[in-house]
C-alpha cells in the first residue's frame, strides 16, 4: 500500500521570499510522483511529475521538485512566490502499472503574505 | 481540447434528497474517478470508472453509487442526503495506457450543500 505524508499542513511566507512545501511517500515499488495545485473553489490542476529520468523536475508558475528516493521524498520548492501563489497544494503517488488510483496527501495550505 | 466539465457547479439539497453529479471527461479518456473533498478528511477516492465498469471502490456507504455512459460520461447518485454529505466533488479523467498516461486531470468540482 502507498501512503503519502505532507508534513506542514499550512506554510505562511512572505511575497518574494522563497518556500519549500513537504512530501514523504511511502511504496514498496517504483512510483510516479505528482504535485497539484488547488485555488479555492476550483479543481485540481498539475503543477509538474517525476516520472523518471532526472530527478530535479521542473513545472508551471517556477515550481519545481526534486525526487530523493532514498529519503523517499518529493519536495516542492519555489525561489520566489507571489500572492498568486496562495493556494492548497496537494502532493500525490501512485505506482507504474498499478491502479491507475493515485494517493492524495492531505494538503498543504500555502499563504502568502504581501 | 476541452477539459473535464461538471456539472452542475453549486448544488444546494434538502437532508433525504437524492442528488446526481454529472461529469463529462476529455474527449478520448475512459478512465473517470470521483473524490470527495472536505476540510476535515481531504480527499478521499470514492469510485473509478473504466469503459462503463467500476474497477475501483473507496471506502463510502452503498448511498454513494455511480456510472459511466458508452460515451465515457460518467454520473454520481448519492441518495438519502446526510449533513455530513456537503463537500466537493470533484471529477477526474485519465487516458489509460502506460505511455501516455500518467496523470488525472480534475474538473472544477460540484458543490454540494445539505442543509
Known amino acids: 500500500a502507498q501512503s503519502v505524508t505532507q508534513l506542514d499542513s499550512q506554510v505562511p511566507v512572505f511575497e518574494e521570499a522563497p518556500v519549500e512545501l513537504r512530501c514523504n511517500y511511502s511504496?514498496?515499488?517504483?512510483?510516479?510522483l505528482f504535485w497539484y495545485v488547488q485555488y479555492p473553489n476550483q479543481g485540481l490542476q498539475l503543477l509538474l511529475k517525476?516520472?523518471?529520468?532526472?530527478?530535479l523536475v521542473k513545472g508551471i508558475n517556477g515550481f519545481e521538485a526534486e525526487f530523493n528516493k532514498s529519503q523517499t521524498s518529493f519536495h516542492l520548492r519555489k525561489p520566489s512566490v507571489h500572492i498568486s501563489d496562495t493556494a492548497e497544494y496537494f502532493c500525490?503517488?501512485?505506482?507504474?502499472?498499478?491502479?491507475?488510483?493515485?494517493?492524495f496527501g492531505r494538503g498543504t495550505s500555502l499563504i502568502v503574505h504581501p | 481540447k476541452a477539459g473535464v466539465t461538471q456539472t452542475p457547479r453549486y448544488l444546494i439539497k434538502t437532508r433525504g434528497q437524492q442528488v446526481t453529479l454529472s461529469c463529462s471527461p476529455i474527449s478520448g479518456h475512459r478512465s473517470v474517478s470521483w473524490y470527495q473533498q472536505t476540510p476535515g478528511q481531504g480527499l478521499q477516492f470514492l469510485f473509478e470508472y473504466f469503459s462503463e465498469t467500476q474497477r475501483n471502490k473507496g471506502n463510502f456507504p452503498g448511498r454513494f453509487s455511480g456510472r459511466q455512459f458508452s460515451n465515457s460520461r460518467s454520473e454520481m447518485n448519492v441518495s438519502t442526503l446526510e449533513l455530513g454529505d456537503s463537500a466537493l466533488y470533484l471529477c477526474?479523467?485519465?487516458?489509460?495506457?502506460?505511455?501516455?498516461?500518467?496523470?488525472?486531470?480534475f474538473g472544477q468540482g460540484t458543490r454540494l450543500t445539505v442543509v
Open positions: 517525476y516520472l523518471s529520468g532526472s530527478t
Open positions: 477526474a479523467s485519465s487516458f489509460l495506457t502506460e505511455e501516455m498516461n500518467t496523470e488525472a486531470f
Open positions: 500525490a503517488v501512485r505506482s507504474p502499472g498499478g491502479s491507475y488510483i493515485p494517493t
Open positions: 511504496s514498496s515499488v517504483s512510483v510516479y
